[in-house]
């Protein structure tokens, strides 16, 4: 088990999944050092052979508002670096290659929604709302939002919530397969770890591999992603058909066994 500081990201590894508490009383805004401390806590699931998966939430009735705009009125500025990583510390961490699952545990609001977008999956409360109303303020939904909202949605549901800010609720994002599932709050964290431990009982190779292959191919076509899995630069998908993972999968299977895999 581990603990790490600052207190607004709090996180707790246990059984390989590694749990990442956004704790910043009232909103779980996010500003350039916050997003600094997301990125330290997702850098350590990369960085830890032992960590195979992490699970994102809020404490609160926050996921997270998002950016924190009292920090325009304390000098930092909407177009602010907010460091490796991007908003939040994943929106723009394209070379993760372990999974992240948002627990969305309340209101998603403006970068709180594309932090959510940026994970792999996502596990909501029926208390959860998501929202971008970023045009209402003047601005854009420029960490993601604008970018991943289209290609998760039919592109009328996206633009109209990119357009007019209004919120859908999980039982509306999980009907345009948005969101995984929903759950009650109370059972949040439970369905959460759950899900978690669905992957932590996979071959790290074989879903590193997934993330690379997806990453790498989407937006292309199935013809040319077809030639991008065969020859394209996909180093961790290689080395999974090398692996002995790879051998130690069919060979357990025969022999009515749990694998025992070792991430080679």
Request: one cysteine or more.
């Amino acid at each position: 088990m581990s603990d790490a500081t600052p207190a607004a990201v709090r996180t707790h590894a246990e059984g390989g999944v590694l749990t990442i508490t956004l704790d910043r009383p009232k909103a779980n805004a996010i500003n350039v050092a916050t997003s600094h401390a997301l990125y330290a806590a997702f850098a350590q699931l990369q960085d830890d052979p032992a960590l195979r998966v992490a699970i994102l939430t809020g404490t609160g009735r926050f996921f997270s508002a998002g950016w924190d705009l009292t920090g325009a009125t304390e000098g930092e500025a909407i177009d602010a670096d907010h460091g490796p990583g991007g908003f939040g510390g994943l929106t723009e961490f394209f070379s993760l290659d372990k999974p992240v699952i948002a627990a969305v545990n309340g209101l998603a609001m403006g970068g709180g929604f594309e932090l959510a977008l940026a994970a792999d999956l996502m596990v909501a409360s029926e208390a959860a709302e998501f929202a971008l109303p970023e045009v209402k303020l003047g601005m854009v939904a420029d960490s993601g939002g604008l970018l991943r909202l289209p290609q998760r949605l039919p592109r009328a549901v996206a633009m109209e919530l990119l357009l007019t800010g209004r919120r859908m609720g999980a039982s509306e994002a999980k009907s345009w397969g948005l969101v995984n599932q929903v759950v009650a709050p109370v059972d949040l964290m439970a369905a959460a770890q759950a899900l978690a431990q669905h992957i932590v009982q996979c071959a790290p190779l074989a879903v590193a591999a997934v993330k690379e292959i997806v990453r790498a191919t989407e937006g292309q076509t199935l013809e040319v992603a077809y030639q991008t899995l065969r020859h394209g630069d996909l180093p961790t998908y290689r080395a999974m058909l090398r692996s002995q993972d790879a051998a130690e999968g069919p060979l357990a299977f025969s022999e009515k066994r749990p694998p025992r895999w070792t991430g080679c």
